[in-house]
């Protein structure tokens, strides 16, 4: 609780809404203190004033201080807001909790009722109450008090709904609470914040209502101070004494703000909310190292559609720069899928995002280069890169149900990625292209199929499409993020089996980014090992499992389940990825490492003969010994 | 498909109306005391009650009232008012145009500055074109729409003189006018409305730019334009529709008191005199009427649901 107020007091406008509401507050309080006039003594000999000495926010048409009345208007302002929140909040929980929570018929009646709600807007619905019980303040409360019980019910509802499935009722129910009990101790704290934010909300909302009933002459008696009230005798008077309108009506207009503001920074602290700040700073592109920067005798051959050199990608973060790439270096030829193998956080996505310049907002490469077909990628523009993305080189996502637009067709989808590199094809063409296209990718019948939505397709259908989206320019280059993570085991071998077939058919250069070395077993030809944004070992996939050379590399593939099981359990590695901002001087790996030694922390290891380790002689000796174990398996 | 839809929905709709039309009725009971008894106020005399309710037809059992109303609404007869004994039917009739209008020129400005000023600041995050909206959409979601409707009034028509004080022509008369009549009740009453649309669409439109399908999209060369004008806003579309048919029917009341700030003659001026002296038919038939507008709004709102969003449909 404390945290959240302190929380809140941290956001500049949260902190100055806060403080007007308490204002505001401490005004209705203090009314009869701080007005200087008594808000009902009328003088005519000084109606329709200005501001003045002593008049400072002038007179109304009966020559009463605005100021005053003002002052007593908050009053009104506060007793109406909270009075009408509170009633509502009082009739609609309860209710709210019970269909929530009991369902069934309960429920059911609820529900028509707010049906019924839901047909008569708020006004109108107050219009109908007033018209039956009369005119004056109460009443427009009651009418507005009604309104907001409703939504107070139907958000109570949903959030009992939501709280009941959690298992904690369950087990509190099985424990032997009572019914109230469970409502009260349990769900109730839980639905506060939500309640809070919406009552905020509201107190905003029964000033505005309150003004427009009074303006429609059906709330206050014209003569007390309210100021809705005063808003709506003043506007009658407003050619006379244009100020008069702007005290009352500046008065609501930045309550309400006030509330609003409030009520939205309760919600996005609740919400763990920063979501909305994009980092505006770009990382600092550093002077490019010479080791970096290839050289013209090193320059791109036909053969090696991508190549890679010295790649480092950072974000700005809250004390500097965090790179998340550390000098990547990696080379893929035609027809040659390469395994780009990691823990979560080891940077390869962002090596796989850099290569097409999708970066997530803020990062940036700040060193190296990247070729794709001879031509540099690091620092084109955005037009200049999208005539690169689809027709050079593509990516396939992890997450084959959210990577295609939920409201377009298949067809639209893959003809956009078509288009985007042939602008003059014919729309006939494009049809043609886009059926050749899932006929590639192996879907059946797919002249019927281009009219389906994605929700239509099983995950590895989809993913196959995804898969035609990326090659439909014939790309050089096909960047996979973890194409089978999200499918099922017999699924992700199809696709596997796929991939490796049109690598071989078209030629193409696969990037196979994956957590799994069983993915890189089965259809990679190499593999670079990725650990805390650096490449530790690169090798041809055979050598790599035959005999590992660095110390990560040997827990990873101790770590594969072989499926044979001659453990009890699955080994794991001890520790974890250590966050970029906390990296150790020297290996990176050495926190983590079985056979580190002090000469590890001294200084980083710089990557050598294909492998990023002081001791990868030892590990050769280990590796031989986990060669053995596997063949043992096979 | 569409028609299964619409079908679909009329079936949901029958209960609701029923339940509305039962609740209207029901308004009439709900006076405390006699109706009658309030019609006549200090006059009252219990032969004068009694007289006046036989009149009005209150002296007859309750199920027999509710039958008659009942089958009068489904005749479209909404009865007679209790002042002047006019038929309730011809009072909305008369008065209908102007609202009509003003509901739609009100949503004309909330759908279009509304969306256009929530696509425009997603696309510009963080820039100096959100902070501008952000700061508009706060206030127009305070500022009381009479006064906004009165500010507007006196800079461009009185100070200003760009548009007619009167704001209602009628359009057979004269159709420059009435045009031109419309254009500031329809910016007051849907100035709130714009606000809320605005904070929701910019709020899809960022949840839509930041889904996975557009770095598909990416990632095979579409330009940013394409993703954004064909793509991240149709997405963006099914949470701003649920918002835009909210507002629409909070818009319908609102139009009721921005015709009193333009003294436009619509239905709204008729609604608050008969709440003023209680005049329960045309208060009844009224409401009635836009509650089913406000039915028909949702209605409309889920059929463009289904269109936008293939995966609402029936299957």
């Known amino acids: 609780m404390k945290r959240v107020v302190l929380q809140l007091l941290r956001r500049p406008a949260t902190a100055t809404a806060a403080g007007f509401v308490l204002a505001i507050g401490v005004i209705a309080v203090l009314?009869?203190?701080?007005?200087?006039?008594?808000?009902?003594?009328?003088?005519?000999?000084?109606?329709?004033?200005?501001?003045?000495?002593?008049?400072?926010?002038?007179?109304?048409?009966?020559?009463?201080?605005?100021?005053?009345?003002?002052?007593?208007?908050?009053?009104?302002?506060?007793?109406?807001?909270?009075?009408?929140?509170?009633?509502?909040?009082?009739?609609?929980?309860?209710?709210?909790?019970?269909?929530?929570?009991?369902?069934?018929?309960?429920?059911?009646?609820?529900?028509?009722?707010?049906?019924?709600?839901?047909?008569?807007?708020?006004?109108?619905l107050a219009f109908a109450v007033i018209a039956v019980l009369g005119t004056g303040l109460t009443n427009a409360m009651i009418a507005v008090s009604i309104i907001f019980s409703?939504?107070?019910?139907?958000?109570?509802?949903?959030?009992?709904?939501?709280?009941?499935?959690?298992?904690?009722?369950?087990?509190?129910?099985?424990?032997?609470?009572?019914?109230?009990n469970i409502l009260l101790r349990q769900i109730l704290p839980n639905m506060a914040a939500p309640l809070i934010v919406q009552s905020t909300i509201f107190m905003g909302t029964a000033l505005l209502i309150e003004a427009a009933l009074s303006f429609l002459g059906l709330g206050l008696e014209t003569g007390s101070a309210s100021w809705g009230g005063m808003l709506s005798g003043s506007t009658r008077w407003q050619f006379q004494q244009p100020f008069l309108p702007w005290p009352p009506g500046l008065a609501i207009t930045l309550t309400v703000l006030a509330f609003n503001v409030l009520g939205d920074g309760v919600r996005d602290v609740l919400a763990g909310g920063t979501r909305d700040r994009t980092p505006r700073r770009r990382p600092r592109v550093r002077a490019r190292r010479a080791a970096a920067q290839p050289s013209l005798a090193q320059l791109p051959d036909d053969d090696v559609p991508l190549d890679v050199r010295g790649l480092s990608v950072a974000?700005?973060?809250?004390?500097?720069?965090?790179?998340?790439?550390?000098?990547?270096?990696?080379?893929?030829?035609?027809?040659?899928?390469?395994?780009?193998?990691?823990?979560?956080?080891?940077?390869?996505?962002?090596?796989?995002?850099?290569?097409?310049?999708?970066?997530?907002?803020?990062?940036?490469?700040?060193?190296?280069?990247?070729?794709?077909?001879?031509?540099?990628?690091?620092?084109?523009?955005?037009?200049?890169?999208?005539?690169?993305?689809?027709?050079?080189?593509?990516?396939?996502?992890?997450?084959?149900?959210?990577?295609?637009?939920?409201?377009?067709?298949?067809?639209?989808?893959?003809?956009?990625?078509?288009?985007?590199?042939?602008?003059?094809?014919?729309?006939?063409?494009?049809r043609r292209r886009c059926v050749e296209l899932l006929e590639m990718v192996r879907i059946a019948d797919p002249e019927a199929r281009l009219g389906d939505y994605p929700h239509q397709f099983s995950g590895g259908m989809a993913q196959r499409i995804v898969i035609a989206l990326a090659l439909a320019s014939n790309p050089s280059v096909l960047i996979a993020d973890e194409p089978t993570t999200a499918l099922d085991v017999t699924t992700q071998q199809e696709i596997l089996d796929m991939l490796t077939d049109l690598k071989q058919r078209l030629g193409t250069a696969i990037v196979l980014i994956t957590h799994?070395?069983?993915?890189?077993?089965?259809?990679?030809?190499?593999?670079?090992?990725?650990?805390?944004?650096?490449?530790?070992?690169?090798?041809?996939?055979?050598?790599?499992?035959?005999?590992?050379?660095?110390?990560?590399?040997?827990?990873?593939?101790?770590?594969?389940?072989?499926?044979?099981?001659?453990?009890?359990?699955?080994?794991?590695?001890?520790?974890?990825?250590?966050?970029?901002?906390a990296l150790a001087p020297g290996c990176r790996f050495a926190p983590r490492c079985a056979v580190r030694t002090d000469a590890c922390d001294a200084a980083p290891v710089e990557l050598g003969a294909g492998v990023r380790c002081l001791h990868a002689g030892a590990a050769w000796q280990a590796g031989d010994a986990a060669h053995e174990r596997r063949s043992q398996v096979q | 498909m569409l028609g299964r839809l619409v079908g679909l929905r009329l079936l949901g709709v029958v209960p609701q109306l029923a339940l509305v039309s039962a609740l209207v009725f029901a308004l009439t009971y709900l006076v405390p005391g006699s109706p009658a008894a309030v019609l006549l106020g200090s006059r009252a005399t219990p032969e004068g009650i009694a007289a006046l309710e036989a009149r009005l037809g209150l002296d007859r059992p309750v199920w027999v009232q509710f039958q008659d109303w009942v089958s009068g609404v489904a005749r479209g007869d909404l009865g007679t008012s209790w002042y002047g004994g006019r038929e309730v039917t011809d009072v909305i009739g008369q008065h209908l145009l102007p609202t009509v209008c003003l509901i739609v020129g009100g949503t004309i400005v909330a759908v279009t500055l509304g969306l256009s000023a929530g696509v425009l600041a997603a696309l510009r995050q963080g820039g100096i074109v959100d902070r501008v909206v952000g700061v508009i959409t706060a206030a127009g979601i305070a500022v009381p729409s009479f006064w906004l409707g009165l500010l507007l009034l006196s800079l461009f028509a009185v100070q200003l003189g760009w548009l007619p004080v009167l704001s209602w022509t009628p359009p057979d008369r004269d159709l420059g006018a009435w045009a031109r009549g419309l254009v500031l009740p329809s910016l007051a009453a849907g100035a709130a409305g714009a606000a809320?649309?605005?904070?929701?669409?910019?709020?899809?439109?960022?949840?839509?730019?930041?889904?996975?399908?557009?770095?598909?999209?990416?990632?095979?060369?579409?330009?940013?334009?394409?993703?954004?004008?064909?793509?991240?806003?149709?997405?963006?579309?099914?949470?701003?529709?649920?918002?835009?048919?909210?507002?629409?029917?909070?818009?319908?009341?609102?139009?009721?008191?921005?015709?009193?700030?333009?003294?436009?003659?619509?239905?709204?001026?008729?609604?608050?005199?008969?709440?003023?002296?209680?005049?329960?038919?045309?208060?009844?038939?009224?409401?009635?009427?836009?509650?089913?507008?406000?039915?028909?709004?949702?209605?409309?709102?889920?059929?463009?649901?289904?269109?936008?969003?293939?995966?609402?449909?029936?299957?």
């Open chain 1, 31 to 124: 009314a009869p203190a701080l007005a200087p006039y008594d808000p009902l003594t009328q003088d005519y000999a000084r109606t329709l004033e200005g501001p003045s000495a002593d008049h400072l926010l002038g007179t109304d048409y009966l020559g009463r201080d605005v100021l005053s009345r003002l002052v007593f208007g908050a009053r009104v302002a506060a007793q109406a807001s909270l009075q009408t929140v509170s009633i509502a909040l009082l009739i609609g929980v309860p209710l709210g909790l019970i269909a929530g929570y009991r369902s069934g018929w309960w429920d059911r009646v609820m529900m028509r009722l707010l049906d019924v709600a839901d047909a008569i807007p708020g006004l109108v």
């Open chain 1, 150 to 180: 409703m939504n107070f019910m139907r958000l109570s509802r949903a959030l009992a709904l939501g709280e009941r499935e959690r298992l904690y009722v369950d087990a509190a129910r099985t424990s032997g609470l009572t019914q109230r």
């Open chain 1, 516 to 581: 799994d070395l069983g993915v890189v077993a089965d259809a990679c030809d190499r593999a670079a090992v990725m650990y805390a944004g650096q490449v530790v070992e690169e090798a041809a996939v055979d050598d790599l499992f035959a005999a590992p050379r660095h110390p990560y590399t040997r827990a990873l593939l101790a770590a594969m389940p072989t499926g044979a099981g001659g453990d009890d359990r699955l080994p794991t590695i001890p520790g974890r990825v250590p966050p970029m901002t």
């Open chain 2, 196 to 315: 809320i649309i605005a904070r929701h669409s910019r709020s899809a439109m960022l949840e839509a730019l930041e889904a996975p399908y557009v770095q598909t999209l990416r990632a095979i060369g579409t330009p940013r334009r394409t993703i954004v004008l064909r793509y991240a806003i149709k997405n963006a579309m099914t949470p701003i529709l649920t918002v835009v048919a909210f507002q629409v029917s909070t818009l319908i009341a609102a139009s009721f008191v921005i015709e009193q700030v333009f003294t436009m003659p619509g239905i709204g001026s008729e609604l608050i005199n008969a709440v003023a002296r209680k005049d329960i038919p045309v208060v009844q038939g009224i409401t009635l009427v836009v509650a089913l507008a406000v039915i028909v709004i949702y209605l409309v709102a889920d059929i463009g649901y289904a269109i936008v969003n293939p995966r609402a449909r029936p299957q």
């Open chain 1, 315 to 430: 974000f700005p973060g809250e004390d500097g720069d965090v790179e998340v790439v550390s000098e990547v270096s990696i080379r893929v030829r035609r027809g040659e899928a390469l395994g780009l193998v990691g823990e979560s956080g080891s940077g390869k996505t962002m090596t796989g995002r850099a290569v097409l310049g999708i970066l997530p907002a803020g990062g940036a490469v700040t060193a190296g280069s990247i070729h794709v077909d001879g031509a540099q990628i690091v620092g084109r523009d955005e037009a200049a890169l999208n005539d690169v993305r689809g027709s050079r080189v593509a990516m396939v996502f992890q997450d084959p149900m959210v990577a295609l637009s939920p409201v377009h067709t298949i067809g639209r989808q893959v003809g956009q990625a078509v288009r985007n590199h042939a602008p003059t094809l014919s729309r006939a063409d494009v």
